[in-house]
């Protein structure tokens, strides 16, 4: 059932398939409606030609019956019966028979050893008519053999003129042009299916090149990512040409975008820092304070670290967007720079924090390539953003482990987790759980922190399970 589903869809649900389908059904039937309409032509042709054959040698006996009146009157004169005999020989053949029923019942029949047609055959011809209607042609079949009979006239002397034609052959050949045209017809339908198919697909082609170019843009690509095609129709070059001229507004808003927020984010800095610190001064110096106005200010310089913070992530994506982010990578002693971290971290954070290192001495000692502010800089993120959604009562591991040729870092925690359909998308800029807290987070902290990891030739992923936890595990090269 599901390749059925998937075989409709690629046949109803793409351009190319629908195309094709419908490109099938109208030669199907324009073949279709061909054949059948030159089959019945060719058939009525046939019948046609039979009967004007007989029709012409009907005329011939009765213009020789008129040239001589006493045929009938003295059909039993031997020279009249010869000379009638001898006409309706003249007139009959392998395949064709006259004969003149008389008013007794006698029939006068040509002779001949090469004439073929049965004595039954033309019993069976007059039984079909017993009105003995004039022109009336019938069809009949006297063992395997098939004839058309007709009674031409009805003479003055009371006189009957019959004809008796074999069908057979014909109807056999015309079965034979019927195999062929199948043949033929079927071939011809082969053959100009492929060709439509090839056709169709060389016309979708631009459209799947757009496709994959279009899946593969992303804010770093935006200028090189143009669509180039030398061919195709019309309509398809001129998408390609829009899509072409799309990319490039849109890497020149992303560019201005980046210059932007680079610009604001480094104006703010310095404001910020000369704010941050005249609110640190007046609480220091503020013996006539009260506690309300202490914890106002307080409050203020609390927001005004975080808007700091806020303005370095994105100064940092917006040198990462145009490839000046500084990163030095040397080499780090990671369970050195594991305890620092962890020091640093258990003044800020409201869950206790447990840091486990190998036994292993060799494995305590690793090296790995990285830059040590940066290191820093991602580990403290991410034990914040475990401390941001976990319970105070519920612990944070930092946790040191060897993988391999690589170092792993990992930070668990038992938050509330990740939902499982967001996990792909938890490391873009903006994006903010579902389940998390209304007002917590800009959504920039992860992306930051995988930029600096990448950064630093390394790589980081997630598991997590809802209200079980999350691991974050940054992989390091030795």
Request: proline letters at 3%; one cysteine or more.
């Amino acid at each position: 059932m599901p390749s059925q589903r998937r075989w409709r869809q690629r046949l109803l649900g793409s351009l190319q398939g629908q195309l094709q389908l419908a490109t099938y059904l109208v030669v199907f039937a324009g073949f279709t409606g061909a054949s059948t309409a030159g089959l019945w032509v060719g058939q009525r042709n046939l019948i046609h030609n039979e009967t004007q054959a007989l029709r012409s040698s009907a005329s011939s006996i009765q213009a020789c019956l008129r040239a001589n009146q006493s045929a009938d009157a003295n059909a039993d004169r031997s020279h009249d019966l010869d000379n009638l005999r001898q006409e309706l020989l003249v007139h009959s053949s392998h395949r064709t028979q006259m004969w003149i029923e008389q008013p007794n019942g006698r029939l006068i029949l040509p002779e001949s050893n090469h004439l073929s047609i049965s004595n039954t055959a033309i019993q069976a011809a007059m039984q079909h008519n017993p009105g003995r209607i004039q022109g009336l042609q019938k069809q009949i079949s006297v063992g395997e053999t098939r004839y058309l009979s007709e009674l031409v006239d009805q003479l003055s002397s009371g006189g009957r003129l019959w004809i008796l034609q074999e069908v057979g052959a014909n109807q056999q050949a015309l079965g034979n042009y019927l195999q062929l045209m199948i043949l033929t017809w079927g071939s011809c339908l082969a053959i100009t299916l492929l060709a439509v198919s090839w056709l169709v697909r060389r016309i979708v082609k631009p459209l799947e090149q757009l496709n994959a170019t279009t899946s593969q843009v992303t804010a770093d690509t935006l200028t090189t990512a143009q669509l180039q095609l030398s061919a195709g129709p019309i309509e398809v070059v001129q998408l390609s040409q829009t899509y072409n001229d799309l990319l490039g507004r849109l890497a020149l808003s992303w560019g201005q975008q980046r210059q932007f927020v680079s610009a604001v984010s480094h104006e703010l800095r310095t404001p910020l820092t000369i704010v941050q610190g005249y609110i640190h001064r007046t609480i220091k110096r503020g013996d006539n304070l009260s506690s309300d106005q202490v914890h106002g200010l307080q409050t203020a310089k609390d927001e005004s670290i975080r808007m700091q913070r806020l303005m370095d992530d994105l100064l940092d994506l917006s040198r990462g967007d145009s490839g000046q982010l500084a990163i030095a990578c040397e080499p780090v002693r990671l369970a050195d720079q594991l305890e620092q971290v962890a020091d640093m971290a258990r003044h800020t954070l409201q869950s206790p924090l447990h840091l486990e290192l190998p036994d292993d001495p060799q494995q305590r000692d690793v090296i790995v390539q990285a830059d040590p502010a940066r290191l820093r800089q991602v580990l403290l993120d991410l034990i914040e953003n475990a401390d941001k959604y976990s319970p105070e009562d519920r612990p944070i591991l930092l946790r040191l482990q060897h993988d391999g040729n690589n170092a792993a870092i990992e930070v668990i925690d038992q938050g509330i987790g990740i939902p499982e359909d967001e996990l792909d998308t938890v490391f873009e800029r903006f994006q903010r759980g579902s389940n998390a807290p209304v007002k917590t987070g800009s959504g920039l902290g992860l992306s930051l922190v995988k930029l600096l990891v990448v950064g630093m030739g390394g790589s980081i992923e997630v598991r997590s399970r809802l209200n079980e936890g999350s691991c974050f595990t940054v992989r390091l090269s030795q």
